[in-house]
C-alpha cells in the first residue's frame, strides 16, 4: 500500500513537472545563458563578480575577488582595467594578431569557430561586469519562507503557474521593505503608476510595502500580461519591460518564440535587464526548487501568522494600539503599509483599512472595535471644550435632486445615463450613429451649452462610447474636491518623474556603469539583475507615431486633442483624412497627422502624458479587483456594453482587449472585462 501511494505521489509530481516545462519552457538555446545566472545567483558574492560577454553569457574572460574591506573606487579602477584589458585583447586577435601567451589563447579558444575577426572586432565592445549575488540570494532564500504559503494559494487561485513564485529572488531578494531609487517598492518591486491600479498608494497607506496586498496585485498584473501576450515567457518578460514594449516585440518579429526575442529584438529600451529577465527568472527557479543543492544550513523564517479586522472608522494609531492592548511597534510591523505619517500621529489609520492583529488577538471583531474606538472617542470629547461644527455642506437643493432622481427613473430607455447615484451629474453615453445635432435634440440642451459642458470646439469630436456632461457638477465640500484634484495631480507629476527616472537608470546601466559593491547594488535597487526594475506600466498601447506619420485611434481621444497636440486645426486634420464634417474619428482606425509644428517624438510625448493623467485620475478612486469574460450576444454594440458598465472607461476597457476591434463587435466575441471597486470613499 505505502508502495503504491509512493508511485502515485512519483507519478503525480512527474505530471506536474512536465506541465510546469510547457507552461514555462527552458529552451536549449537559453541553457548557458540560464546557467549564467545560477553562477552569479549561487557561486560568487558580492564580493566578487565576473568579466564575461554581455550577450555571449557562456563566455566568462575572468572571475575578479575582491578584499571586503576594499573601497567601491578601488573596486571600480579594478574592474575598469580588467575590462580594457581584454578588450585590447580582442581587438589585437580581431586584427589578425596571434596569440602571444596562454592568456590570449585561452580567450580565442572561448570564442571557437565564432570568434571571426567581425565577431571578436564586437566582442570588444561588449566586455561587461557582474557582481556576483550568492549571499543576497542566500538571505532572500531564507526570508522567502514568511510569505511562500501565502503566495502558493494566491497564484492557484487565479490560476497561476506555481514556478511564478520565485519571480521575488530576482526582483527584491524577498525583502518586503526593499526600494529601488527609480521608485520601485516592495517585494514584487511596483513602480507608482502601476502599482494604482491595483493598489492604495497614498499619503497614509502604500500596498506596495505590504508583501500580502502586493502579491495580489502581482499575481493579477501577471494574469493580464499573459492574456494580453498568450505565453508566460512573454508575460514575465512583460513585467519588467512593460506589455507595450513585449508586444511591440512580437509584431516587430512576427513570433512569440522567446528565443527569438531574446536574440533578436533590437531596441533602445529592451537592453541588458530586459534580455535577460526570463532567463535569469529561470536561473531563479531552478535554485528555489532545489535549494539544498546550492546553499547548506538554509534557515527558513516562520509563515507569519495574524488575524484581520476591518477598520469600522479612522483611528489615531497610538489610540488604536491603545484600545487594542497591543504594542505600538507589533502593530507597525504587522501593518507594513501604513506611512511614517500614520505612526507620527499626522495621518490616521483609514476607514475601511484591513488592519492586522496578532494571531492571539481572537477575541477582537470588527464590531467590538468599533465600540471601543468609539467609547476612546466619546471619553476625549468629553474632556475637551465644545466646538460648533460647521453645517455639513449640501450636494444639492432638494428640487434638484428630486429632478435628478426623476431623471435616474426615466433613463433606462434612453441614451442618456446617471453617473452614480442619483443626485450625481448625469452623462450622455455616444452610440455609433451619433451627431451633435441629434444629442442635442434628444437632451434639450442647446448646441453651446452641450459644447460648453464638454469643452467641445469642433461638432466632429465625439468617438463612440463617449460619456458627454449633460448639467454642470455640483461640487463637493472644497477639501474634498481639492484633495482628490491634488492627489491626481501629485501622483501624475510623480509617474513621470519616475519614467524619467527609470530611463535614465537604463541608459546608466547600458554604458556600462555596473556596481561593483554590495553597498552600490543596495543603492542602485534590489533587483538582481542590474538595471531591472518593477512594470513600469501596464498599459498595452501603443502611443508611438507609424513611419508613415499614421496614429491607431484610441479610447479618450479625438480630433480636437490632435491638433491640439499637432499645433494645428480639426480641419486641416479632417481634410488631410478625408473626413466630411462631424464625422467622428472611429476608434481603432488610423489616422494621418501632420508634423509641421512639432516633431513625431514631442506629440508623442503629449500624448502619453495625456494618457498618463487621464489614468493617474481615475486611479486615484478606483483599483481594479479582477476581472472576467463577457460573451457579447447579438445586438451588443460597444454603446450597450459601456453603458451597463459604467464605471470602467472605454480606455480601460481597450486596454484589457488591445487587440479587439471594437468597431465590429460579433456575437460570441470574449471581451476581458475588468472588475473596478471605486475607493474614493476610503
Known sequence: MKRWLL?????????????????????????????????????ISTNEGFIHDQHRLSVVY??????????????????????????????????????????????????GDEGTPIRLEQAAQDVRFQLGQSDRFRAGLERSGAWETHIAEVFANLGLPAEIAALPHVESSFDPSAHSKVGAAGLWQFMRTTGRRFLRIDAAVDERLDPFRETEAAAQLLSYNYRLLGSWPLAITAYNHGADGVRRAREQL????????????????????SRNFYVSFLAALTIAQNPDTYFSGLERAAETEFRELKMPCAANAAVLARTLGIDRDAL???NPALRPAVWKG??????????????????????????RLGAAR???AASLPPASAPPPASRATPAVAAARSAAFASSMSTGIVPFGAPDEPQYYVVGRDDTIPAIVASTGLSLRQLMTLNSLRDQGELYEGQRLRLAEAVPEPETVTTAATIDAAKAAVQESREEQLAEAAAKKTEAGTEPVSKAQAQAEGPQLVPGATGP???????????ADGTIEVVAAETLGHYADWLGSSSMRLRALNHLRARTPVVLGRRIRLEFTAVAPAQFEQRRRDYHRRLQAAYFASHRIAGSQVYIVRRGDSLWSITERHADVPLWLLEQYNPDLDFANLRPGTQISLPQVEDVSGL
Open 254 to 273: 512576427g513570433t512569440d518564440d522567446i528565443v527569438r526575442i531574446v536574440r533578436d529584438y533590437r531596441s533602445p529600451s529592451f537592453g541588458f535587464a
Open 346 to 371: 499626522q495621518r490616521t489609520v483609514p476607514a475601511g483599512y484591513v488592519l492586522r492583529v496578532p494571531a492571539n488577538a481572537s477575541n477582537w471583531s470588527t464590531d467590538l472595535l468599533a465600540q
Open 62 to 111: 575572468e572571475t575578479l575577488h575582491f578584499a571586503a574591506d576594499m573601497p567601491p573606487r578601488e573596486r571600480s579602477h579594478q574592474v575598469d582595467a580588467e575590462r580594457q584589458r581584454f578588450a585590447g585583447i580582442l581587438t589585437r586577435l580581431a586584427h589578425g594578431a596571434a596569440p602571444a601567451d596562454d592568456e590570449e589563447r585561452r580567450v580565442r579558444a572561448l570564442w
Open 332 to 334: 507597525r510591523n504587522l
Open 536 to 546: 513600469e506600466s501596464a498599459d498595452p498601447v501603443d502611443y508611438s507615431v507609424a
Open 378 to 380: 466619546a471619553v476625549r
Open 7 to 43: 508511485c502515485c505521489i512519483a507519478v503525480c509530481l512527474s505530471g506536474w513537472a512536465a506541465a510546469g516545462e510547457l507552461l514555462l519552457p527552458r529552451p536549449a538555446e537559453l541553457a548557458p545563458d540560464v546557467q549564467f545566472w545560477i553562477r552569479v545567483y549561487s557561486e
